[in-house]
């Protein structure tokens, strides 16, 4: 397994052998000057896709928010208006393909699940016109990161009156980058007020967050003195200090290393789509649990200040190829159960949408039949099964302004 491979290495830095170090800060030092040197010219059939943004008649309500990118480029906002979160993973604005050999689109406003869903919210409740739909999708949304992005909008200006979560299994075992991804990790470290706000907030009695969380929150947002750093992790910042600014290759490096992750990923998947299953997901114990302790976290949080919390298992699609090996989905069930238990326990309702979106709305990405995303009218049935779901459990809030 991958992990099994990188985290010796990982935790080795911060212990760093003279040799090992020399070797890293060379690799660094020359991976940085192959960058500068080449990173403007890398073809555009190399570099990672990026979906196109499908067209679209309907514009976007104004009374809508749809990012798609990471925290740190998401506005503050200026409003006491409150307004209704939804968090999930991509099935919130890619779309698939129609047919073989087609790609996906991107969302380009008015026909996604978080618009469909203010729509029918509007139209239904009459106290929700002015409230404002926000959204957040981030590709492989954990939990934990959930927990981050919730908080973080908050701090931001942004009054949640309820936050939806758009849940998949795969996002408690999937540890390619560790517990958060580059650019949610790089926001901690430059956001230690927030950091130390939100240890505070999990801290208090009604929330009791898993020391473990607190702990990962901590080092990801280096709040302690940390051990002697290597050579390369130095020469790294000396770099970006002094290149980043001017070479944005080298300042966007922790997405540029997410981008190609997924460009290989795409590649891994295409290579062994006959074999019914991809196995690229490394996987520990200590990320599943760190996950499910994140979730747990969450929902204590955002009920001991008063928002509403709503979850579901976003749509699965059986028809699609699986993405994980079969060592990997044998978490499925364990995880979903605990979960599941985690949100009983704490009154939290948690839908299985797996089946709410029908197979035929499903598509294709290049040659390979989707299994997460779906049409604009998938999209429609997914934002009128939480509706009905959110009705029927009356987890809308009341709105007082």
């Keep these: 397994m991958l992990h099994d491979l990188v985290e010796p290495a990982l935790s080795s830095a911060s212990q760093p052998r003279p040799a090992f170090a020399f070797c890293r800060l060379m690799s660094t030092l020359l991976g940085m000057v192959l960058a500068i040197a080449v990173g403007a010219s890398i073809p555009a059939r190399l570099a990672p896709r990026i979906p196109p943004a499908r067209h679209v008649d309907e514009p976007r309500s104004p009374t809508v928010l749809a990012f798609s990118e990471d925290l740190a480029s998401i506005p503050r906002h200026v409003s006491a208006e409150p307004v209704v979160i939804l968090l999930g993973d991509s099935h919130l604005f890619l779309f698939p393909g129609n047919r073989t050999s087609e790609w996906f689109t991107s969302d380009a406003g008015g026909d996604t699940v978080v618009d469909y869903l203010s729509q029918q919210t509007r139209q ?5 016109r002015g409230v404002t739909f926000l959204r957040l999708g981030l590709y492989g949304f954990a939990p934990l990161e959930m927990l981050i992005a919730t908080e973080y909008l908050a701090w931001q200006g942004y009054r949640p009156l309820v936050v939806i979560l758009g849940l998949r299994w795969e996002a408690f075992v999937n540890d390619w980058w560790g517990p958060v991804r580059p650019a949610i990790a790089e926001l901690l470290r430059k956001e230690p007020g927030f950091v ?3 240890i505070h907030s999990l801290k208090r009695p009604v929330v009791n967050a898993s020391p473990q969380i607190v702990q990962t929150l901590e080092d990801l947002a280096q709040l302690k003195p940390q051990q002697a750093r290597s050579s390369a992790d130095v020469a790294e910042d000396a770099l970006l200090r002094t290149v980043g600014e001017y070479v944005p290759l080298v300042k966007k490096r922790g997405d540029l290393r997410a981008r190609v992750l997924g460009f290989l990923t795409d590649s891994i998947v ?5 074999r019914g299953a991809v196995p690229v997901a490394p996987t520990s114990g200590g990320i599943r649990e760190l996950h499910l302790h994140g979730f747990e976290a969450l929902m204590r949080l955002l009920q001991s200040s008063g928002r509403g919390v709503f979850a579901y298992w ?8 699986p993405f994980f090996s079969q060592g990997a989905r044998q978490w499925k069930a364990p995880i979903i159960e605990a979960a599941t238990a985690s949100a009983t326990q704490l009154r939290v309702p948690l839908l299985d949408a797996r089946s709410a979106v029908p197979e035929e709305l499903g598509g294709w990405c290049g040659d390979i039949r989707d299994r997460w995303h779906f049409s604009a009218r998938g999209h429609k049935h997914l934002a009128s099964y939480l509706f009905a779901g959110i009705e029927a459990h009356h987890a809308w809030p009341q709105v007082s302004r």
């Design 124 to 128: 239904n409740r009459s106290q929700y």
């Design 314 to 321: 976003a749509p699965e699609l059986t028809s699609g190829t």
């Design 270 to 274: 295409r290579i062994n789509q006959t």
């Design 196 to 198: 130390r706000a939100l």
